[in-house]
């Protein structure tokens, strides 16, 4: 007897054997219990889902006339005909290679006249796409109004290149791509059928390899069962598919994010020794990345991975310990490395660079956990210390984004600081203690005619507004409470003044004001004015050689200006020297969330 491939031996031949269509499937069976289906549909998905198995099986369905209601029987003489591929009312049409409008002429001369055998004539068209535009409009015609004995079955992988015209003539089923884990049950029992001893851990490289392709997947299982025989084993399926264990993927992730160059460079040699196509394996790095990404950031990361239990466990575990920002950076700059490598002749040596700036990108820390660290240091210490061994290299821009140290940042204030200031604030404390009981009597004397001030009407509040040219000091070191950053950047802007009701706050260096101006900042700005000179503010930020009066907006002159400007900011300077690090990349879209 001869070999049945396995696409063909399980091949579907009722609806409870198609895998993983569990909706469309229900839409189909409905349509026929109701009798209501149409005389021309169209299946759509990638391949080897099962599109011209559902046709044929739809086919099957309407010409069956077996006794059961749950059609087809699969035994009556027509559902025979059709699984034996020899029934004379299907008619299957490959569309690639009968495109022409001859093909469908002759195709409309048959379905003239009335089945031989069957009950309806089914026209099942494979590929519909690749007819042409006038094989299209000879079918429109029929489409509209199809003979009562013939149902039309089209099947697609590319559904946006069939006509609109055609496409509203016919009940459209889109398959999706089977699941990982159909893919898996599926697999599994076969294996179990065909009576090969096979590792769970080998059946899920093949679905994964299938990706959401069942006949991908059980060409690929036909190859190894006929590879290792009654006993495969999960090297086999390593070597017959051109796999890299996923765990070469899990070490070599790990040393790129622990910063182990050397453990890198070994793998990569292993890799290269076993003849693997660096490519391939660069774009199956990147899927591990992803996934190490989607598991960090995603509520429920099993819903977008093809992975196990196990392997998701260990997805987590590795990516908990380092931020997303970090995660994103690495993927980015390997998925560069990637791009590079399809127009390299030396994919390795691009691979090891990749590997390289990786590494030396080390772990990113967002520039808002920078800016509140910054704004931190400066509320306790009272004012910057630059490190002075962090000014080196602080101006060399280079690739790697945001802020990014080259070594963990030392804590830049001498630790004593804090606990100094609360010593002497225990030894004042019983002084004042003493103080306040005195006093204590006083304070509702006191305390009476300040409330009235505060609760005073308009007119009462007025008299206790301030000029802002004359307390401009005060509100610095009153923002500086709250925003040190902002205090910091306010003391550079020229002349600020109150004119017309607006807080007029002009920079000289179009640079300086550039962190302000954004809208969040100006509103902070407008409640601190409003608290502290007790009038409301519309706060107005330019800069020399802005439109008269600015908007609160920065005027610049594109984005190479905006970037070079941002890259001047003193705040982002301060963070480089107290931090020690260098400005990469500057990014100006939507924050990474
Ligand atoms: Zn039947």
Same mark, same amino acid.
């Given at each position: 007897?001869?070999?049945?491939?396995?696409?063909?031996?399980?091949?579907?031949?009722?609806?409870?054997?198609?895998?993983?269509?569990?909706?469309?499937?229900?839409?189909?069976?409905?349509?026929?219990?109701?009798?209501?289906?149409?005389?021309?549909?169209?299946?759509?998905?990638?391949?080897?889902?099962?599109?011209?198995?559902?046709?044929?099986?739809?086919?099957?369905?309407?010409? @069956? %006339?077996?006794?059961?209601?749950?059609?087809? @029987?699969?035994?009556?003489?027509?559902?025979?005909?059709?699984?034996?591929?020899?029934?004379?009312?299907?008619?299957?049409?490959?569309?690639?290679?009968?495109?022409?409008?001859?093909?469908?002429?002759?195709?409309?001369?048959?379905?003239?006249?009335?089945?031989?055998?069957?009950? &309806?004539?089914?026209?099942?068209?494979?590929?519909?796409?690749?007819?042409?535009?006038?094989?299209?409009?000879?079918?429109?015609?029929?489409?509209?109004?199809?003979?009562?004995?013939? !149902?039309?079955?089209?099947?697609?992988?590319?559904?946006?290149?069939? =006509?609109?015209?055609?496409?509203?003539? @016919?009940?459209?089923?889109?398959?999706? *791509?089977?699941?990982?884990?159909?893919?898996?049950?599926?697999?599994?029992?076969?294996?179990?059928?065909?009576?090969?001893?096979?590792?769970?851990?080998?059946?899920?490289?093949?679905?994964?390899?299938?990706?959401?392709?069942?006949?991908?997947?059980?060409?690929?299982?036909?190859?190894?069962?006929?590879?290792?025989?009654?006993?495969?084993?999960?090297?086999?399926?390593?070597?017959?598919?051109?796999?890299?264990?996923?765990?070469?993927?899990?070490?070599?992730?790990?040393?790129?994010?622990?910063?182990?160059?050397?453990?890198?460079?070994?793998?990569?040699?292993?890799? !290269?020794?076993?003849?693997?196509?660096?490519?391939? &394996?660069?774009? +199956?790095?990147?899927?591990?990345?992803?996934?190490?990404?989607?598991?960090?950031?995603?509520?429920?990361?099993?819903?977008?991975?093809?992975?196990?239990?196990?392997?998701?466990?260990?997805?987590?575990?590795?990516?908990?310990?380092?931020? =997303?920002?970090?995660?994103?950076?690495?993927?980015?700059?390997?998925?560069?490395?990637?791009?590079?490598?399809?127009? /390299?002749?030396?994919?390795?040596?691009?691979?090891?660079?990749?590997?390289?700036?990786?590494?030396?990108?080390?772990?990113?820390?967002?520039?808002?956990?920078?800016?509140?660290?910054?704004?931190?240091?400066?509320?306790?210490?009272?004012?910057?210390?630059?490190?002075?061994?962090?000014?080196?290299?602080?101006?060399?821009?280079?690739?790697?984004?945001?802020?990014?140290?080259?070594?963990?940042?030392?804590?830049?204030?001498?630790?004593?600081?804090? +606990?100094?200031?609360?010593?002497?604030?225990?030894?004042?404390?019983?002084?004042? +203690?003493?103080?306040?009981?005195?006093?204590?009597?006083?304070?509702?004397?006191?305390?009476?005619?300040?409330?009235?001030?505060?609760?005073?009407?308009?007119?009462?509040?007025? %008299?206790?507004?301030?000029?802002?040219?004359?307390?401009?000091?005060?509100?610095?070191? !009153?923002?500086?409470?709250?925003?040190?950053?902002?205090?910091?950047?306010?003391?550079?802007?020229?002349? =600020?003044?109150?004119?017309?009701?607006?807080?007029?706050?002009? &920079?000289?260096?179009?640079?300086?004001?550039?962190?302000?101006?954004?809208?969040?900042?100006?509103?902070?700005? /407008?409640?601190?004015?409003?608290?502290?000179?007790?009038?409301?503010?519309?706060?107005?930020?330019?800069? *020399?050689?802005?439109?008269?009066?600015?908007?609160?907006?920065?005027?610049?002159?594109?984005?190479?200006?905006?970037?070079?400007?941002?890259?001047?900011?003193?705040?982002?300077? %301060?963070?480089? +020297?107290?931090?020690?690090?260098?400005?990469?990349?500057?990014?100006?879209?939507?924050?990474?969330?």
């Amino acid at each position: 007897m001869s070999y049945l491939v396995l696409a063909r031996k399980w091949r579907p031949q009722t609806f409870a054997d198609v895998v993983g269509q569990e909706s469309v499937v229900r839409t189909l069976q409905n349509g026929l219990k109701r009798n209501r289906v149409a005389h021309a549909m169209i299946f759509s998905g990638v391949r080897g889902v099962g599109k011209t198995t559902l046709a044929r099986i739809m086919a099957k369905a309407l010409n @069956c %006339t077996g006794a059961t209601d749950d059609k087809p @029987c699969n035994v009556c003489e027509s559902c025979r005909e059709i699984t034996a591929g020899n029934a004379v009312d299907l008619h299957e049409i490959d569309g690639a290679s009968n495109r022409g409008i001859q093909e469908i002429r002759e195709l409309k001369e048959n379905i003239r006249f009335f089945p031989t055998k069957s009950r &309806f004539k089914v026209i099942i068209i494979d590929e519909v796409h690749m007819l042409t535009t006038e094989a299209f409009n000879a079918l429109l015609k029929t489409l509209e109004e199809p003979p009562e004995h013939v !149902y039309f079955m089209f099947a697609t992988t590319e559904l946006h290149k069939v =006509p609109i015209t055609i496409l509203s003539r @016919c009940q459209r089923y889109e398959l999706k *791509r089977v699941s990982f884990v159909d893919l898996v049950a599926f697999f599994a029992k076969i294996a179990t059928q065909e009576q090969v001893e096979i590792s769970r851990r080998a059946i899920e490289m093949i679905a994964r390899e299938a990706d959401g392709s069942v006949r991908d997947g059980l060409s690929l299982l036909d190859q190894i069962f006929s590879f290792g025989g009654d006993r495969v084993t999960d090297e086999d399926v390593v070597q017959v598919l051109g796999l890299v264990d996923q765990q070469i993927f899990v070490h070599l992730a790990r040393s790129l994010l622990t910063a182990d160059l050397a453990q890198c460079f070994d793998l990569l040699e292993k890799i !290269y020794v076993a003849g693997i196509d660096l490519k391939r &394996f660069t774009t +199956d790095l990147l899927a591990y990345l992803r996934a190490l990404l989607i598991c960090r950031t995603s509520p429920r990361p099993e819903a977008l991975l093809d992975v196990s239990d196990q392997e998701l466990a260990e997805l987590r575990g590795l990516s908990a310990d380092h931020s =997303p920002e970090t995660l994103a950076m690495l993927f980015q700059l390997l998925f560069k490395g990637m791009t590079e490598m399809q127009y /390299s002749a030396h994919p390795r040596l691009v691979l090891e660079m990749a590997f390289i700036k990786a590494v030396q990108a080390g772990q990113v820390t967002p520039a808002a956990a920078l800016l509140g660290r910054l704004d931190e240091m400066i509320k306790v210490g009272g004012g910057l210390q630059p490190l002075p061994s962090a000014l080196p290299a602080a101006k060399e821009a280079e690739k790697p984004p945001a802020v990014v140290p080259p070594k963990p940042p030392v804590p830049p204030l001498p630790e004593k600081t804090p +606990d100094t200031s609360r010593e002497i604030l225990a030894v004042i404390e019983p002084e004042l +203690d003493s103080k306040v009981q005195k006093l204590e009597p006083l304070v509702g004397k006191i305390a009476e005619p300040k409330n009235r001030e505060k609760k005073g009407d308009g007119a009462a509040s007025q %008299t206790h507004t301030k000029d802002v040219r004359k307390n401009w000091d005060s509100f610095v070191a !009153y923002v500086k409470e709250r925003k040190p950053w902002m205090a910091q950047v306010l003391k550079l802007c020229e002349n =600020p003044r109150e004119e017309e009701g607006k807080l007029l706050v002009r &920079f000289d260096n179009p640079s300086d004001g550039t962190l302000l101006q954004e809208p969040e900042h100006v509103k902070d700005l /407008s409640v601190y004015a409003l608290d502290f000179f007790q009038k409301d503010l519309r706060v107005r930020i330019s800069s *020399r050689g802005d439109k008269a009066g600015g908007h609160g907006e920065a005027v610049l002159d594109g984005p190479k200006e905006e970037r070079r400007v941002l890259a001047n900011d003193p705040l982002v300077q %301060t963070a480089v +020297d107290v931090f020690g690090g260098q400005v990469g990349a500057i990014r100006t879209g939507p924050r990474f969330r």
